[in-house]
């Protein structure tokens, strides 16, 4: 069974049992955020974690093995993602990308934000012209060393 099939599976079982992501992250204690990377293939579940959404899922034992072995992250399967809701993010680093990198570089310094160190969190937000999409996201900063 590869990681693709897991991620497959996980999502078609997840509709089966009628399962929110945030009732899975719940179940082993991580955020919604972590918990849907992971379980669309991005990050490593341990043992005691992949055998809960094991059981959540009714998943068979090579899924649960799956989950726990060291991902090839990145997910989009072309250099520009055709999907709408992506492509927006995809534009919105191509409109803000130089604004993004500028404000942080004048704040910290010459380095990069991580996405190991790294926390989302996903909400909506009512508003009366029609509800918003708030996305927070904090990364370690990581200065450049000299040498």
């Not at 094991?54 to 998943?59: F, P």
């Not at 380095?111 to 996903?122: E, L, Q, R, T, V």
Request: net charge neutral.
């Amino acid at each position: 069974m590869t990681r693709n099939e897991v991620t497959e599976l996980v999502i078609t079982q997840k509709l089966r049992k009628n399962l929110k992501w945030p009732q899975l992250a719940k179940e082993i204690g991580l955020s919604k955020e972590w918990t849907t990377a992971a379980l669309l293939g991005q990050m490593t579940l341990n043992a005691e974690q992949a055998a809960k959404i094991g059981a959540m899922l009714d998943l068979p034992a090579e899924a649960v093995e799956q989950l726990q072995v060291v991902p090839y992250k990145g997910s989009l399967p072309t250099a520009v993602p055709a999907d709408p809701l992506i492509y927006r993010f995809y534009e919105l680093v191509n409109v803000y990308g130089t604004t993004f990198k500028t404000l942080i570089h004048e704040e910290f310094g010459d380095g990069i934000m991580s996405a190991i160190d790294f926390n989302m969190d996903i909400q909506r937000e009512p508003d009366p012209k029609g509800d918003r999409v708030r996305i927070v996201m904090s990364g370690k900063f990581l200065p450049y060393k000299t040498y």
